[in-house]
């Protein structure tokens, strides 16, 4: 350094030496922060119901424990499809708890009446294994009939060669229900109407189109991305009242609910989950329940 600055005067090298030093700290500093974990909730993951949804739920928590309650919901929805396409999520999320004491949501825009661009990534269309789909329930439900008692005769010597005929079974005749042009029924519980399905890509791509018709909207999966079907749906409103029960045929089930809020029990392989419901007058709502990898889905 004496060589090279000797015919500098002293306080100019002493400049030039501090200018260098600064400027390699701050490339040091650049190089860490790049390097640091995001805080921002990666926006391909959410769709724009979702995030409303999502920041709705935040926006009403009105203690710490509530805003942990949806961070955890958030993780759970989102951990499968960060994994499935390759991004992170921030730590904060992982570990089910608000990003900041006030709620907001990195990433999400959640002031009213913020729109953020929205990148919609192709969902992997994975094949479940095919298994037999749990018959569908009678939409006028009866109650069990009475069992018949059986009266005991005396034994009666049978020949070699008659045979004796089997009697005969009654069968319950199914519940009439309106198909729709893609061969997907439509039924109706407590004057609800739903459909359900999404076994194969033909179904899945058919159930998917019929969306915009429902202002519910759910799909079932494990945290490994695999899709469940089987799973007991309830739906309460604010005062506890049922007002809607079925079981899916598939990963997708979608109703059309009037105005209001409600509270959504689902139940397979005795886990369940439940979330708060909001079903506006205009639009619906889009979510997903994720369980963690059952018996069930390891085997056909």
Same mark, same amino acid.
């Given at each position: ?9 002293? #306080? ?22 790049? !390097? ?7 926006? !391909? ?11 709705? !739920? ?31 999520? $921030? ?14 949501? $990195? ?41 018949? $008692? ?17 009697? $005969?079974?009654? /069968? ?32 899945? #791509? ?14 079932? #999966? ?14 309460? /409103? ?20 009037? !105005?209001?809020?409600? /509270? ?32 069930? #889905?390891?085997?056909?």
């Amino acid at each position: 350094m004496s060589t090279t600055f000797a015919g500098l005067p002293r #306080t100019l090298g002493i400049a030039l030496v501090w200018a260098i030093s600064t400027a390699a700290y701050g490339a040091h500093a650049q190089r860490s922060r790049s !390097q640091a974990p995001p805080d921002a909730v990666p926006s !391909q993951l959410l769709s724009d119901d979702e995030r409303i949804d999502f920041c709705t !739920q935040m926006h009403r928590a009105s203690t710490p424990e509530e805003r942990r309650a949806v961070a955890a919901r958030m993780r759970d929805t989102l951990t499968p499809r960060a994994k499935v396409q390759g991004v992170a999520l $921030p730590p904060w999320l992982l570990e089910g708890r608000p990003a900041n004491e006030s709620g907001a949501i $990195p990433g999400l825009s959640c002031e009213a009446g913020a729109a953020r661009p929205h990148v919609q990534a192709p969902a992997p269309v994975r094949q479940p294994p095919e298994r037999k789909p749990p018959p569908r329930e009678v939409a006028a439900r009866q109650p069990p009939a009475p069992a018949v $008692p059986v009266r005991q005769l005396p034994a009666q010597p049978v020949q070699p060669a008659q045979s004796v005929p089997a009697p $005969p079974v009654s /069968r319950e005749a199914p519940s009439a229900r309106n198909t729709t042009a893609g061969d997907i029924p439509v039924e109706q519980d407590h004057g609800v109407a739903y459909v359900t399905g999404g076994v194969g890509q033909d179904e899945a #791509t058919a159930i998917r189109g019929m969306a915009s018709s429902y202002n519910m909207r759910a799909m079932f #999966t494990t945290r490994s991305g695999e899709y469940l079907s089987g799973v007991s749906v309830q739906i309460f /409103r604010s005062d506890g009242t049922p007002v809607f029960t079925a079981t899916s045929d598939g990963p997708y089930l979608f109703a059309r609910l009037p !105005q209001g809020h409600y /509270r959504l029990v689902a139940t397979v392989d005795g886990s369940q989950r439940s979330r708060e419901l909001y079903i506006p007058a205009r639009g619906g709502v889009r979510f997903t329940l994720v369980w963690p990898a059952l018996h069930a #889905t390891s085997s056909n």
